[in-house]
């Protein structure tokens, strides 16, 4: 389908594979309408950009060195041994040094700043929109030359003030705010320093600080549409029940699901071809793969299960040595593989999550951090897999969730039901229409 007036869309994103594979998706659609889509990152992202017959603006590097964190997984690496816990635990007596490395993150903001007001100036004639997906307030589309909108690629949870707290995996169905409070106190002092330098940033470059300046994460952490905001999720698992949203800028996007980078399909290797058991891919993603213990210990106990399974080993793949009943690699086509498996056990990012579902498999959830828990309540609240926390691994359990995810023809059910939904039309012609609406608009 495309549409009578072609626009020239300039889109970019965070540091972070998900991310960016959501923004590429979207752009995708864009593009199947007619418009001309341009991608500004990283250089490395590059090859992604021109599969898709997208241009490239890359970043100035030199803006970039020396940083610190150099990488979302780099700046996690130092976090990550403390989510092995429950909610209340998780920001519970974290030292004055946690509290300023967790902060520390913003020095990599800023510079996307100054990466994005340059080509912003070296463009201004030459786009109609930009659309973003940075999560918070990006000061870059402050007297921006050309209208902004903001892409949400996470679970949209904090869109709701009615709600748990945002990264708790508190579940919606759940009568015990006093909890609720307790973590976004707990949450409060260990993001002082994040949340603090957020405020510096946005300051030294004349952008007003929220109305409500609290330690509550929905209230700083998570931008607000000026004008127009999307949000990647689809509306079977929207948290209707708790509305309505903060704002009713934001439009829902029921899929942005890109295209594999490969578009082979995927060959189940004879080494797993002829073994009995059902087919599952387990991938704790990018972050949670390199640690290395945990991934040992998983790989341990599937070692035991009755079934195969095809594993993204991740960047220190190399250290794993996997059982007998599987096969993998340090970097696998994971959209096409989704396609083969009967089972999905994934870290709960919003973008394997929603692939996931895209094609229909159940899932069980590992969670970590961020919207991953609240993407694993979730699952759980709608009836579609299961959850493993962290802390409570072992053995005898994660193969009984295993044996009964599988054999629950009732999550198989509804997430069929869900997938069916994303792959309609009907949404996606709907959010193409209100941006080209949004981009007349401020053409008049």
């Known amino acids: 389908m495309t549409s009578k007036t072609k626009y020239r869309i300039l889109m970019s994103s965070i540091d972070a594979l998900g991310h960016v594979n959501c923004t590429l998706a979207l752009g995708e659609i864009l593009a199947s309408y007619g418009h001309q889509i341009t991608f500004t990152n990283h250089v490395h992202y590059k090859k992604l950009a021109e599969k898709r017959n997208f241009k490239f603006i890359p970043f100035d590097a030199k803006l970039y060195e020396n940083v610190q964190p150099a990488s979302a997984p780099e700046w996690l690496d130092h976090f990550l041994h403390k989510f092995r816990a429950d909610a209340l635990s998780i920001f519970k007596d974290w030292t004055p040094e946690e509290i300023e490395i967790f902060g520390s993150m913003v020095n990599v903001y800023e510079r996307n700043t100054s990466a994005l007001k340059a080509i912003f100036k070296e463009n201004a004639n030459n786009f109609d929109l930009f659309i973003g997906d940075f999560i918070m307030k990006q000061p870059a589309f402050h007297g921006a030359p050309f209208p902004c909108a903001l892409l ?24 015990d705010t006093e909890k609720w409070n307790k973590f976004r106190e707990l949450f409060g002092v260990a993001s002082k320093a994040y949340r603090e330098n957020i405020y510096s940033w946005w300051r030294s470059n004349g952008l007003p600080l929220p ?8 209230n700083w952490f998570y931008g607000e549409p000026e004008q127009l905001g999307i949000y990647h999720y689809p509306e079977l698992l929207d948290y209707h029940e708790i509305g309505p949203m903060r704002s009713d800028k934001w439009i829902r996007l029921d899929c942005a699901i890109r295209r594999p980078d490969n578009v082979e399909p995927f060959i189940i290797p004879e080494s797993l071809k002829h073994l ?4 599952v891919y387990f991938s704790l993603g990018s972050c949670g793969s390199i640690q290395i213990d945990l991934m040992k210990s998983f790989i341990k106990i599937l070692s035991k299960c009755p079934h195969r399974f095809i594993v993204s080993k991740g960047p220190k793949g190399d250290e794993l040595e996997l059982g007998p009943n599987m096969w993998g690699e340090n970097y696998v086509n994971q959209i096409a593989i989704l396609d083969v498996v009967d089972l999905v056990i994934t870290h709960g990012g919003n973008n394997t999550f929603l692939e996931t579902i895209y094609a229909g498999k159940p899932l069980i959830v590992v969670p970590f951090f961020m919207d991953q828990l609240d993407n694993a309540q979730r699952a759980v609240d709608c009836g579609i897999g299961s ?9 005898v359990k994660v ?12 999550y198989a059910e509804k997430i069929a039901k869900i997938s069916a939904s994303m792959k309609s039309p009907k949404n996606r012609d709907n959010v193409v229409k209100k941006i080209e609406k949004f981009i007349e608009n401020h053409q008049k």
């Open 399 to 410: 193969l009984k969730i295993i044996d009964e995810t599988l054999s629950n023809p009732s």
């Open 152 to 175: 949400l690629s996470m679970n949209p949870l904090p869109l709701y003030p009615n709600g748990p707290p945002a990264w708790s995996g508190f579940s919606v169905k759940e009568t």
């Open 387 to 395: 959850r493993i926390n962290l802390h409570e691994i072992d053995e």
């Open 211 to 218: 109305a409500i300046q609290d330690a509550r994460i929905e």
């Open 276 to 279: 009995p058991g059902k087919l």
